[in-house]
T-cell receptor
Framework: TQLLEQSPQFLSIQEGENLTVYCNSS?????LQWYRQEPGEGPVLLVT???GGEVKKLKRLTFQFGDARKDSSLHITAAQPGDTGLYLC???????????WGLGTSLAVNP | KAGVTQTPRYLIKTRGQQVTLSCSPI?????VSWYQQTPGQGLQFLFE???????NKGNFPGRFSGRQFSNSRSEMNVSTLELGDSALYLC????????????FGPGTRLTVL
């Protein structure tokens, strides 16, 4: 069974702090997606990473795909209350069937 | 372009009843997937429909079923509801089947009493 482990499970920080959340697996993936889910809403895609070692930036968010395509990280610089939400990673195992989902990291940014 | 819509947004049922949830995908999207989300289990894949055919299925009992219509709209049915079926049910549409980018609706919050 392919699993995606996300850590930490919960994170509560003050506005302006930096943070990194992780998405790890023992399996190799052809691509990996990060989503953010706000309370009362469905997840929304933030980014898709495809190439090992790839780094993508989205304003204050930096996403990295591991060289071996088994893990990924999301770094947020100077977090703001609007970053609060559940961050989910989802991976494509390459068998063209379905995405594999992590349990998510619940982030709370306090003003 | 309008996003994915789900109805109803909230639903309260009692054990043993059945429920039908509806999902309208983004225009042009032919794939619709259903997920169950709970705090302990996270996002769990129920099934995917593409061109009115079920293409993938998760590990849920037969009480959970779905269908897709010719206009790509989809319904999910849960029969003989159990307390453990209380969850947020999310529908997602995508352009193609399989592990494509998922565009989610806001979900239906089902509470089983």
């Amino acid at each position: 069974t392919q699993l995606l482990e996300q850590s930490p499970q919960f994170l509560s920080i003050q506005e302006g702090e930096n943070l990194t959340v992780y998405c790890n697996s023992s399996s190799v993936f052809s691509s990996l997606q990060w989503y953010r889910q706000e309370p009362g809403e469905g997840p929304v895609l933030l980014v898709t990473v495809v190439t090992g070692g790839e780094v993508k930036k989205l304003k204050r968010l930096t996403f990295q795909f591991g060289d071996a395509r088994k893990d990924s990280s999301l770094h947020i610089t100077a977090a703001q209350p609007g970053d609060t939400g559940l961050y989910l990673c989802a991976a494509n195992a390459g068998n063209n069937r379905k995405l594999i989902w992590g349990l998510g990291t619940s982030l709370a940014v306090n003003p | 372009k309008a996003g994915v819509t789900q109805t109803p947004r909230y639903l309260i049922k009692t054990r043993g009843q059945q429920v039908t949830l509806s999902c309208s995908p983004i225009s042009g999207h032919r794939s619709v997937s259903w997920y169950q989300q709970t705090p302990g289990q996270g996002l769990q894949f129920l099934f995917e429909y593409f061109s009115e055919t079920q293409r993938n299925k998760g590990n849920f009992p037969g009480r959970f079923s779905g269908r897709q219509f010719s206009n790509s709209r989809s319904e999910m049915n849960v029969s003989t509801l159990e307390l453990g079926d209380s969850a947020l049910y999310l529908c997602a549409s995508s352009l193609s089947q399989g592990p494509d980018t998922q565009y989610f609706g806001p979900g239906t919050r089902l509470t089983v009493l």
